[in-house]
């Protein structure tokens, strides 16, 4: 393949790991950036991706894992510096790339924030801000928006801690509804893009599962999954922080972000859904149900789930 069809991965997480397998099934060459080698690198490698040592909040090892690149996917963890990453990459892609497509991975909530609307999450505030810098740039953008991931630990290990504990589901919710996605949803839709950009670019695609459901209707899918019954507890959030978030013992950026993403959900902010998913790759996102039977071992049993739970 031409070297303009390289596609550079900054972000080779749970989301970025899943897109560099689906590229590299179609023999799409793909670049990750990672920040140290070690085992994680030897991983990428040993999937068919050239790896290069960088930081996005790096001009300099930006501009070098750049080099011959002809799409971008860009993300990052939640992090103080998502805006400070955003930034660095925007304006070294503009001076020394020469990109077809930049696939920005943002989120959901962002399509429903102002310049001045302050319920959201300092992290949601920084989705954002990169956003606006992406798009000020000129450079040819794709936003990514998905809503809360069905692979996140609010819906896996947390879950699953309670649901062997007391067949439970315990949340802050209350009656909001939702509609996660997974990862490799979110990941078709960034490796469909990334090997045709050209039909894409400009577009915001918002990424969520096929429906809505309350809580009491997550549970349920959960119980015809896992063949138990499964009901939801309603947690008052600020017991629900102290007894269970701050013992997590996340940053307190990660841990604001996802205390607010608990409060966002229990003021409904979170009902919302979108075809996104089948329009771009011409199949829907899977269902609550499915995502969980899959992973069926983990959450009766303790094993591992499949994949990252990013």
Do not use: C
């Not at 393949?1 to 899943?18: E, K, P, Q």
């Not at 750049?66 to 930034?87: E, I, Q």
């Not at 490796?191 to 096929?210: F, N, S």
């Amino acid at each position: 393949m031409a070297a303009s069809d390289l596609v550079l991965i900054a972000g080779a997480g749970g989301v970025g790991s899943a897109v560099l397998d689906k590229l590299r099934a179609q023999d799409v060459p793909v670049r990750a950036m990672v920040r140290r080698d070690g085992e994680h690198a030897d991983m990428l490698r040993a999937r068919g991706a050239e790896v290069v040592l960088g930081d996005l909040t790096r001009p300099e090892t930006v501009a070098a894992a750049l080099r011959d690149v002809g799409r971008m996917y860009f993300a990052m963890p939640v992090s103080t510096d998502h805006l400070l990453a955003a930034t660095v990459t925007a304006s070294v892609a503009r001076e020394y790339g020469q990109l077809s497509a930049l696939v920005d991975m943002s989120q959901m909530t962002v399509s429903q924030m102002t310049a001045t609307s302050t319920a959201e999450s300092h992290q949601q505030r920084l989705h954002w801000l990169a956003e606006q810098v992406f798009d000020w740039s000129g450079l040819p953008m794709v936003h990514l928006r998905p809503t809360s991931f069905l692979d996140n630990p609010l819906f896996t290990t947390l879950a699953a801690a309670t649901i062997r504990k007391d067949g439970t589901i315990a949340l802050p919710f209350g009656a909001g509804r939702t509609s996660p996605i997974a990862v490799d949803d979110v990941a078709r839709v960034a490796a469909t893009v990334l090997r045709d950009p050209a039909p894409h670019v400009g577009h915001v695609y918002e990424l969520t599962g096929p429906r809505t459901v309350d809580m009491t209707e997550l549970a349920r899918e959960f119980s015809r999954a896992l063949g138990r019954e499964i009901a939801y507890v309603d947690l008052p959030l600020d017991r629900w922080r102290t007894e269970v978030l701050a013992k997590a013992g996340l940053p307190p950026h990660t841990e604001q972000h996802i205390a607010t993403m608990a409060r966002l959900h229990h003021e409904n902010r979170y009902d919302r859904t979108s075809a996104d998913v089948e329009r771009v790759t011409g199949s829907p996102a899977q269902s609550i149900e499915s995502f969980v039977a899959a992973r069926k071992d983990f959450y009766l049993g303790g094993a591992n789930p499949p994949g990252d739970a990013g």
